[in-house]
């Protein structure tokens, strides 16, 4: 099993910066796609930024130039460096990882999800 656990959230005023943070624990053999979403109340989860296990990243037309996102291998660990902060970006951020759990009796690939933190920007 992997687990995943996002920190970072909190309350932060329009213009201002937060750093997230994803860590990933359990039997893992490799991580490969590791990603950001986001959903706000009434809303669907919407793609933030995408990391693949070689650096390449994309992000959602909204948080172009704004928000970055990066990885430590060594440490199972992606980022999301959020500046210039909005009302609009208040929401529930979530961790995503495709990941590879090996066990005794073998491997496989499945794709996980972090519990979410909260982000609300005021104006």
């Known amino acids: 099993q992997v687990q995943l656990v996002e920190s970072g959230g909190g309350l932060v005023q329009a213009g201002g910066s937060l750093r997230l943070s994803c860590a990933a624990s359990g039997s893992i053999f490799r991580i490969n796609d590791m990603g950001w979403y986001r959903q706000a109340p009434g809303k669907q989860r919407d793609l933030v930024a995408t990391i693949t296990s070689s650096g390449s990243t994309k992000y959602a037309d909204s948080v172009k130039g704004r928000f970055a996102i990066s990885r430590d291998n060594a440490k199972n660990t992606v980022y999301l460096q959020m500046n210039s902060l909005k009302p609009e970006d208040t929401a529930v951020y979530y961790c995503?990882?495709?990941?590879?759990?090996?066990?005794?009796?073998?491997?496989?690939?499945?794709?996980?999800w972090g519990p979410g933190t909260q982000v609300t920007v005021s104006s």
């Open positions: 995503n990882a495709d990941a590879i759990a090996k066990t005794i009796v073998g491997a496989w690939l499945n794709n996980y």
